[in-house]
């Protein structure tokens, strides 16, 4: 084999073996990391689909009324759709299972994760998920929201228990992706990578890793309780035989709440890598950030009464949750200040995904900001299923979120496939998509505080904020396929990637571009501060930067220069 | 590129057997994490219902029998012991006892269910289901229970254990015992799953056992398969003085 | 042969075996408990009655684990998540009984009005 910081000419990864069951049967971490990279992408487009569905029906509402209340049942289908797809398959699996499982091992310098088969599973269950989902899209689709409350849930026509059995599916496969991750980072840490030694990702998929496990189990038996509701009328959420309807929110909030933490913290870690390796200065205030991903995991068991304010909660439970909810926003916090302290005078590269990262600052600024108002019992009362909410969870899932889960995709690209994918073209769709996600979701919380309810088929009053929310989603719309469209042109016209373009300190880049099938050619690669940038030097376009002082051993990195 | 003697028994992408062994043990104490988590939510709902309708309960626990119950959790607990005999007999080679004891923790297993099924049978025949059950007599109103009930279920017309006749208690109380009978079912029911995964696990544990997979140099999968059934044994000895001795 | 399952720079597992003595211990002293439990759920403990069926059910459930799950010569870690998987639901359960507590007297006055109502009503 061929020693060379790029592999693309020699065997990798990618082509080491051939045909569908190499791929669908594979054990390997990062076959199954790009297998859910991709098809998560599909589900986020089928969930897109279906946010376009909603923007356009909400554009005009004039003609909406005169069509009947069939069309706007249609409505509820649209909403529900686009909120469990994109909650259930895209964004809970998103960073973890597809950057995580690619990332984490090669981070540790290990050969894979701690179960590769188990692996296998967790990816073979989001499939039959989203088969589930498939069924009910083909019959009929379901309109209770994704939040499945009863008593709608239990009385209503349509598919919910389709949707609830592959919910409970791919609630396992998240928890299995989270115990692989937690066995992984305590026991295949390499000699000397202590865990205050770790990357932050690191840390980050690990506190996810915590609350994947200890939260997704209770979403599962609560749908289930739906299930045995709807199906053997149990009775449990029913007034009418005793039951009651608020317990069900208060087990879905239970997992649902961490469930949100589950979503930004893998994306926060990524952001943590993006602001070092862009700023070549090791990341301010590694303990607080790694402390606080613990921290953000912990505290957001104790917090889910906030989705429940109006809900029937008693006043005592109320005042506790609003309380306990000011302090979760405090670990989060100290993560955005330290990632602009690390900018500070650092030598800022405006790479793609450090571009994401800097949008993050001011769509997450807005959306942790926002969500202080829904915090507060006074304005939450007036705030709660209106368009603020929605425009604030937006800020956070979609904007903080997903955007971070983009900024690691080019992030990481170049060690996936070998290829680079930063250009003129990769930073306008970055502008497009933040000008696009402004005009979208910033008219909402106008729309919100001026009294338009959510998951409304028909308003009025509102159709200026709605139509600039519309086009808006357009703009969106056209960046996202920018994005998608520069990202599979690298696939084939990419400058060949070196195995460190970006001049990061982790081990992940330690190794050639796309990686051999057991991620090293050396046997330990050696371990140091992961944010010491000093430890790679620039070599050039080709060679990308390479470490000072390597390995006697190691084949890929050419003779070092004479000092 | 370099290669070292990989262990034997030892997965590619482990360094040694202490390493495997120490991350299967992990693997397997974070998913009895989640198995807890799984059953909390059903004791959440019997303690926020058994703490608001204490009499409700405690009348109810007149139609469970104290002896089936007792008896279960003896057969749980000796299944308990003959599969953690089972784990000593892995590790010290001792193929003939591991396999005997495998097979009497499997039995004991069919015996729970067994007796279970011969609880739920009883309940049915008597209408002692969740109110929203076409059989069932926990309802508020006469008038939507099965006629057929009306006059066959003993419960319905006598009571146990010297307890009310069901159809003399008040409309609210019936219906709130209809709950007790929706989390009764729901409880042991999800246990009774439980069981029946680990009847597949030991019998899968029993098959590799007669190949003779096991021994001191490889026996993680009786430890950790033991540890899963002593979960299922834990979780019935909460539902048992819960369910079945409510004074 | 038994050991601790102490770190062995050998890469070779080392666990400790429990002895059939033990384990017969074990069992029988769970035995006991499941008859005193039953005992105890036949007599009128004053208020004490689930303070006491917790209290022996939690006795049997530590032999459990301590000895047939052998988290007593096991790594301190593995009974941490187990207590803390305990701690959670414990922390569930406080939450959610509070709150049922607080609001479930209005609930049943309400449904007590509406009864009346429909008496009304109907009469």
């Given at each position: 084999m061929t020693p060379s910081t790029n592999a693309l000419g020699g065997t990798n990864y990618l082509n080491a073996t051939r045909g569908f069951m190499s791929w669908f049967w594979t054990i390997d971490h990062k076959r199954l990391g790009v297998m859910y990279m991709w098809s998560v992408i599909a589900a986020f487009a089928l969930g897109g689909f279906y946010a376009l569905m909603i923007r356009m029906h909400l554009w005009d509402p004039t003609d909406n009324a005169a069509k009947g209340p069939e069309y706007l049942d249609k409505y509820n289908i649209y909403l529900t759709i686009h909120g469990a797809v994109m909650v259930f398959l895209v964004i809970i699996p998103s960073v973890p299972a597809a950057l995580g499982n690619f990332v984490l091992p090669m981070m540790l310098g290990a050969k894979d994760v701690a179960f590769p088969r188990l692996n296998r599973f967790s990816y073979h269950l989001w499939l039959v998920g989203f088969l589930f989902f498939a069924g009910v899209l083909l019959k009929g689709g379901v309109d209770t929201g994704w939040t499945f409350y009863p008593p709608y849930s239990t009385t209503t026509g349509t598919e919910v228990v389709l949707a609830l059995f592959g919910v409970f599916i791919l609630g396992f496969s998240s928890i299995f992706t989270g115990l692989n991750f937690i066995v992984t980072i305590h026991k295949m840490r390499p000699p000397g990578m202590t865990w205050f030694r770790m990357p932050l990702f690191l840390w980050a998929i690990y506190a996810t890793a915590v609350i994947q496990i200890l939260a997704t189990p209770v979403i599962g038996i609560s749908v289930m309780l739906i299930v045995v509701e709807k199906a053997f009328q149990f009775g449990i959420f029913t007034p009418e035989l005793g039951g009651d309807p608020v317990f069900f929110q208060h087990l879905f909030w239970f997992y649902s709440h961490p469930a949100v933490y589950i979503m930004i913290l893998p994306g926060m870690g990524v952001l943590s890598e993006l602001f070092a390796t862009f700023s070549r200065k090791p990341i301010f205030g590694y303990k607080s950030i790694a402390l606080s991903s613990i921290a953000i995991a912990l505290f957001s068991f104790i917090v889910w009464g906030h989705h429940m304010f109006v809900s029937g909660q008693s006043q005592l439970m109320s005042v506790i949750f609003s309380v306990l909810t000011f302090s979760v926003a405090v670990p989060s916090a100290i993560k955005v200040f330290n990632w602009i302290a690390t900018m500070y005078k650092g030598s800022i590269s405006f790479a793609t995904p450090m571009l994401y990262a800097m949008s993050i600052i001011w769509l997450f600024g807005i959306g942790g900001l926002t969500g202080l108002f829904l915090a507060t019992l006074g304005t939450d009362v007036v705030?709660?299923?209106?368009?603020?909410?929605?425009?604030?969870?937006?800020?956070?899932?979609?904007?903080?979120?997903?955007?971070?889960?983009?900024?690691?995709?080019?992030?990481?690209?170049?060690?996936?496939?070998?290829?680079?994918?930063?250009?003129?073209?990769?930073?306008?769709?970055?502008?497009?998509?933040?000008?696009?996600?402004?005009?979208?979701?910033?008219?909402?919380?106008?729309?919100?505080?001026?009294?338009?309810?959510?998951r409304y088929a028909a308003y009025d009053g509102f159709e200026t904020v709605n139509m600039w929310s519309s086009i808006g989603a357009l703009v969106l719309l056209g960046g996202l396929l920018l994005t998608l469209g520069t990202l599979i042109w690298s696939l084939f016209r990419g400058p060949k990637a070196p195995s460190n373009p970006w001049g990061a300190a982790t081990l992940e880049w330690m190794t050639p571009s796309p990686p051999p099938e057991h991620n090293f050619h050396i046997d330990a690669p050696q371990v140091s501060d992961p944010y010491d940038m000093d430890l790679v030097e620039w070599r050039g376009e080709e060679e990308g930067f390479l470490p000072k002082n390597p390995r006697a051993d190691d084949p890929c990195v050419p003779d070092v220069k004479p000092a | 590129m370099s290669h070292h003697d990989h262990p034997e028994g030892v997965a590619h992408h482990f360094e040694s057997a202490a390493q495997q062994f120490d991350s299967g043990k992990l693997g397997i104490w974070t998913f009895l994490l989640t198995e807890v988590m799984f059953f909390s939510a059903l004791f959440v709902a019997y303690t926020i219902y058994r703490g608001n309708y204490p009499e409700v309960f405690q009348y109810a626990s007149n139609y469970l029998d104290t002896n089936l119950g007792a008896t279960n959790t003896v057969v749980l607990l000796f299944s308990s012991f003959t599969v953690a005999w089972g784990v000593r007999n892995a590790q010290l080679g001792q193929q003939g006892l591991l396999k005997m004891n495998l097979v009497i923790t499997i039995l004991?297993?069919?015996?729970?269910?067994?007796?279970?099924?011969?609880?739920?049978?009883?309940?049915?025949?008597?209408?002692?289901?969740?109110?929203?059950?076409?059989?069932?007599?926990?309802?508020?109103?006469?008038?939507?229970?099965?006629?057929?009930?009306?006059?066959?279920?003993?419960a319905w017309n006598v009571g146990d254990h010297g307890a009310t006749?069901?159809?003399d208690l008040d409309p609210e109380f019936r219906q709130k015992l209809g709950v007790f009978f929706a989390v009764y079912f729901c409880l042991t029911g999800l246990h009774g799953v439980h069981v029946l995964v680990g009847i597949i696990v030991l019998a899968w544990l029993l098959w590799q056992a007669m190949q003779g997979k096991f021994g001191p140099k490889n026996f993680g999968r009786v430890d950790f398969g033991a540890l899963y059934w002593h979960i299922v044994d834990l979780v019935w000895i909460f539902l048992f003085p819960l369910l079945y001795l409510i004074r | 042969m038994a050991h601790d399952a102490h770190g062995h720079d050998d890469g070779e597992v080392h666990v400790h075996v429990l002895s059939v003595g033990l384990l017969a211990k074990v069992f029988g002293a769970l035995v006991v408990l499941t008859g005193l439990t039953v005992l105890t759920g036949t007599q009128d403990l004053h208020g004490f009655d689930l303070a006491v069926a917790l209290l022996i059910a939690t006795t049997k459930a530590s032999l459990v684990c301590l000895f047939f799950m052998h988290l007593k010569y096991d790594k301190p870690f593995h009974g941490m998540i187990f207590l803390f998987s305990v701690m959670f639901v414990g922390l569930f359960l406080a939450f959610v009984s509070l709150d049922k507590g607080q609001y479930e007297g209005d609930a049943r006055e309400r449904v007590a009005d509406q009864r009346l109502e429909a008496e009304q009503a109907d009469g």
């Open positions: 705030l709660h299923d209106t368009y603020f909410v929605v425009a604030h969870f937006h800020f956070v899932m979609v904007g903080s979120a997903v955007f971070a889960f983009i900024g690691g995709i080019f992030y990481w690209w170049p060690k996936m496939f070998g290829r680079m994918a930063d250009n003129k073209m990769t930073r306008l769709a970055v502008l497009l998509n933040f000008i696009g996600f402004n005009m979208t979701f910033l008219p909402q919380f106008v729309g919100g505080t001026q009294g338009m309810p959510r | 004991c297993a069919f015996a729970f269910m067994g007796i279970k099924y011969v609880e739920y049978s009883h309940k049915y025949h008597e209408g002692l289901l969740w109110g929203g059950a076409a059989h069932s007599i926990m309802k508020a109103d006469p008038a939507d229970i099965d006629p057929h009930m009306l006059e066959h279920s003993h006749a069901v159809k | -």
